[in-house]
């Protein structure tokens, strides 16, 4: 994985542990400088549950599931996940542990194996791939390709279709095994998609 620098408390001696679940966000606020964004927000996500997190655009969705990782911290009240806060965490432990799927898309312009492989490189078995492009119902279209998984895809995936890149991001998600973010799909991609798609966008809650 790419590491970037933080001004944060990494707390590398914190919590770290296998994460269930439980999440609560109690009475939580956040804003940049004097722009308050998010005010008062509490509710709880239970093991396995899934949240969606609507919204008009710039209403504070991204940037709300943005404090469940830590990649922004609360101005106010706390975020738990398992009963502990998030900023007695490890940040490490932390942020392996949650996975956030963007619209934007990254792909590297290498093989598809690769690119699902990503952030567990030579620790991915070839079964453990194909599974994650199954449970993403990206298999079949990855087979529809002369090379299978040894496609070379463009820089950012340009030779595949919006829904094609999104489900080669939920394989790599899905084969990392986290614990996703509350579910959340970009305002932008609900309008355009409303449900399965012949090119492989995926249905939108």
Sequence with gaps: MLDAETEMDENKAGHNTDIRGDIVFDQVGFGFGKARMLDEITFHVRPGQTVAIVGQTGAGKTTLTKLVNRIYDVNAGR????????????????????SSIEQDVFLFSRSIREN????LGHKATEEAIVQAAKDAQAHDFIMSFKDGYDTVIGERGVTLSGGQRQRLAIARALLTDPHPDPGRLDQRH????????PAGDPPCA
């Design 190 to 197: 609900r309008q355009r998609h409303r449900g399965p798609d």
């Design 79 to 98: 975020i738990l996940i398992d009963g502990a806060d998030v900023r007695d965490w490890s940040m490490a432990a932390l942020r392996s542990q949650i």
């Design 116 to 119: 699902i492989a990503f952030g």
